[in-house]
């Protein structure tokens, strides 16, 4: 099973910095990587698939990018709606299908 | 606009069964392979089991194998989790989720999804299991 370990697990930054959260896979995924926000009380949304490409009404300040086993998620300036949990997901020994523990992103 | 909205959770006591319902609505629902995720409280994400399009194969986690059953009705727009002996680890957030386009195809004039990733949630139902 490949497993997915994402860091920081809390990362504290202020509205209008830039946010690197990374997701590294136990082997190679190719660029079968999705990303998703998850704020308190709601449902996770995607964010990013296939490693780099965004989902449909995602902001252009959300971007992903990497293969095989290193991935990033960076957002280029903070709003404060953005201050969440993100999770990576893959899919593992197909067609099961593994997450990341999560990165929460705490205002600083 | 898609929409999925479960019901049928609750607290049920250790060895009982529940079963969850996701209506689907906004999309061809019978194109799409249909997934349930989980989320125990304050804690991460994890997948349970996914049904393909047409209903012919399904797949589970490990955690749940053998005591839950995924299944869908396309004629209802309805997916299903029926969880047989649930044990107090089963107490969580459970979503439906719909399954990215990814590599659909088309075959016979319908067309079918094939994706690894989860493009659209519906609000999740709690299941609590407790004596």
Same mark, same amino acid.
């Given at each position: 099973e490949i497993v997915l370990t994402q860091s920081p697990a809390t990362l504290s930054l202020s509205p209008g910095e830039r946010a690197t959260l990374s997701c590294r896979a136990s082997q190679s995924v190719s660029s079968y990587l999705a990303w998703y926000q998850q704020k308190p009380g709601q449902a996770p949304r995607l964010l +990013?698939?296939?490693? !780099?490409n965004r989902a449909t009404? +995602?902001?252009?300040?959300f971007s992903g990018s990497g293969s095989g086993t290193d991935f990033t998620l960076t957002i280029s300036s903070l709003e404060p709606e953005d201050f969440a949990v993100y999770y990576c997901q893959q899919r593992s020994n197909w067609p099961r299908y593994t997450f990341g523990q999560g990165t929460k992103l705490e205002i600083k | 606009q898609v929409q999925l909205v479960e019901s049928g959770g609750g607290v049920v006591q250790p060895g009982r069964s529940l079963r969850l319902s996701c209506a689907a609505s906004g &999309?061809? &629902? !019978?194109s799409y392979g249909m997934h349930w995720v989980r989320q125990a409280p304050g804690k991460g994400l994890e997948w349970v089991a996914v049904i393909w399009y047409d209903g012919s194969n399904k797949y589970y986690a490990d955690s749940v194998k053998g005591r839950f059953t995924i299944s869908r009705d396309n004629s209802k727009n309805t997916l299903y989790l029926q969880m047989n002996s649930l044990r107090a680890e089963d107490t969580a957030v459970y979503y439906c989720a719909r399954e990215g386009w990814g590599t659909g195809y088309c075959s016979g004039g319908s067309c079918y999804s094939k994706g690894y990733y989860f493009d659209y949630w519906g609000q999740g139902t709690l299941v609590t299991v407790s004596s």
């Open positions: +990013i698939y296939d490693a !780099s009404g +995602i902001p252009a300040r | &999309f061809t &629902f !019978s």
